[in-house]
């Protein structure tokens, strides 16, 4: 990471649409300059709100947004061409040219034509030999693409990627991931939202989980995992059990899927992890196993338990 | 102010015009031909002259105001509508350009096709009858400030429209029988006086008539009277603007 300031503040934001719906309530949240943010929440949680009105496509109704410390109405002509957004949905030009519609994205955020630097960015996204092809012509992913060459075309230094990996085949994930691990190296702070929380788990140094329109978390992402990951003990029995026996009940062991798996829930913060005592009552019951293996829950799993939790 | 911006809506709208290129210069020429072969043929046969000017050549103003109108107000407003429609116009929204710089790009583009569009027309014209331009600046100035209103018209058409009808309801509804009732294809002194009065409050007449002054220095209202109306309407339209995105108007949720 670049540096500890923070490169986005947003300050006591609310949004309440035309129609009453409150989409945002009260929101909170620094992003630290050079760190990949991942915004995850359930369908309608207002992700896509709230990246849209620090973009500027969508007002607040109350709270303000500072970039590198400038106000996002104020001063926004400063906020928006640090910005680039690739939209959720996807919105590409029907007639121009991959190449005309990214001098023409370059343009619109006040950059000089530079056509070495739009050849840099095709090249990265595989698209270079795509560049007099009318976008009509090409495919989804490809459009995808096109939306992403936009947002770099005018060298922003935030990225926001609303989705970015919906109906997207495994090669352009990996481009994309490529992408902005390198947008990362060179000091582009990245936020991101998405379904596939194994890619959350993967690319970000934190995660905020927002759930109808209040912002519920924001941890790092190697704390949250240890924090509210629970850890598990698998034992693979000698002999599948009929049924666990009482003596084990203070463990609350449970059996695995197959019968000769016993499974040991444990949290790895605590000052005892109780494994010592669970291991010694086994013997004295005469439970007898082959192997053992640790695993610690999935960002996945510990998503699913908070939804749930808050819900 | 961002140069880039604009130079990049400019030049976005253009390339617009210049994919349908064919069809923005055939069907002018062809349908200035068949106003030509109607109303020239036709009816010049039986009303020879107006105020000293052969009726062919009388309604060349008329015919190119008729035009520009229309074909203004639809370019703006579509170039504006369909990037609304389409969901393209996030990258406007979020990018870094004030409503003056996207207006001026819009605006201007299709204020610029407009004028060539008029120039198209009256090279058609002059084809089929004699055209004499007395004041040819002020012919110019009177088509760039019709073509700029007009287009900001247009603008503001778009940015209102929620759908397609509303788009083209407008210029149908409105425009058309303005103009055709504005006097491009007659002299407003050839109506019954109640009906004289009764025109002077279609916005359109003032138009066609410092247009057609232009020309023939033949008018029915005063030269300043029109100069001043154009202004006017100018004027309106930019405040009409500037207001639709000081408020966020249907742009912004
Ligand atoms: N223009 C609008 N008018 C009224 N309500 C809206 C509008 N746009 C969004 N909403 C509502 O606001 C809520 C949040 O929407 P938003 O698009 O921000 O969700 P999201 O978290 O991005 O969901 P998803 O994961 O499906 O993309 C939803 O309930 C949605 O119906
Ligand atoms: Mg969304």
């Known amino acids: ?311 | 102010m961002n140069w880039h911006g604009i130079k990049a809506i400019y030049k976005f709208e253009m390339a617009r015009t210049r994919r349908t290129l064919f069809q923005s210069i055939v069907s002018p020429v062809i349908s200035t031909s068949l106003y030509f072969v109607v109303f020239g043929a036709a009816i010049g046969s039986r009303i020879t002259e107006i105020d000293g000017v052969s009726y062919g050549s009388f309604i060349v103003p008329g015919l190119i105001m008729l035009s520009l109108l229309t074909e203004s107000i639809s370019n703006a407003s579509f170039g504006i509508y369909f990037p609304k429609f389409s969901g393209t116009i996030y990258e406007l929204l979020s990018a870094p350009v004030s409503v003056v710089e996207v207006v001026v790009g819009y605006v201007g583009a299709a204020a610029t096709k407009s004028v060539i569009l008029g120039g198209i027309i009256l090279a058609t014209a002059n084809f089929f009858v004699d055209v004499q331009i007395l004041h040819p600046y002020w012919m110019f100035l009177f088509l760039v400030l019709t073509a700029l209103t007009f287009s900001l018209f247009g603008f503001i058409l778009g940015v209102w429209a929620d759908n397609w009808e509303k788009l083209a309801i407008v210029p149908t509804l409105v425009i058309t029988p303005l103009t055709f009732l504005g006097g491009s294809f007659y002299s407003i002194s050839m109506l019954p006086p109640v009906w004289q009065t009764v025109t002077l409050f279609n916005p359109v007449v003032y138009l066609i008539s410092g247009f057609r002054w232009s020309f023939y220095e033949n008018a029915d209202v005063a030269v300043g009277l029109s100069v001043m109306m154009t202004c006017g309407f100018l004027l309106v339209c930019i405040v009409a603007v500037w207001w639709i995105f000081k408020t966020g108007y249907r742009l912004r949720v």
């Open chain 1, 1 to 311: 990471m670049s540096g500890e300031s923070p490169v986005l503040q947003v300050e006591n934001l609310n949004k309440i649409y035309d129609d009453g719906f409150e989409a945002l309530k009260d929101i909170n949240l620094e992003i630290k300059e050079g760190e990949i943010f991942a915004l995850l929440g359930p369908n309608g949680a207002g992700k896509t709100t709230l990246i849209n009105i620090i973009c500027g496509i969508v007002n607040a109704s109350s709270g303000r947004v500072l970039v590198n410390g400038y106000d996002h109405v104020t001063d926004f002509r400063r906020t928006r061409s640090l910005i680039g957004l690739v939209p959720q949905e996807l919105t590409t030009e029907t007639f121009e040219s991959v190449l005309a519609t990214l001098a023409f994205s370059r343009g619109l955020f006040g950059k000089p034509p530079d056509a070495a630097y739009l050849e840099k960015v095709l090249k990265s996204l595989s698209l270079w030999n795509k560049k007099d092809n009318v976008i009509m012509t090409l495919s989804g992913g490809m459009k995808r693409r096109v939306l992403i060459a936009k947002a770099l075309a005018h060298e922003p230094r935030v990225l926001f990627l609303d989705e970015p990996t919906a109906g997207v085949d495994v090669e352009l994930r990996q481009d994309m991931w490529q992408v902005v691990r390198e947008l990362r190296a060179s000091g582009v702070t990245v936020i991101l939202t998405t379904h596939y929380i194994e890619e959350a788990e993967q690319m970000a140094d934190r995660i905020g989980v927002i759930n109808h329109g209040e912002l519920v978390l924001v941890q790092e992402k190697a704390r949250l995992m240890r924090e509210l990951g629970k850890k598990q003990l698998i034992l693979y029995l000698d002999d599948p059990l009929p049924e666990i026996p009482r003596q084990l009940d203070a463990f609350d062991l449970q059996m695995g899927s197959d019968p000769d798996e016993l499974i040991y829930s444990y949290d790895s913060q605590a000052n005892s992890t109780g494994i010592t005592a669970l291991l010694n009552e086994l013997r004295q019951a005469g439970i007898h196993f082959s192997d053992l293996k640790t695993k610690q829950s999935s960002l996945e799993e510990i998503f699913v338990d908070l939804v749930k939790r808050i819900r």
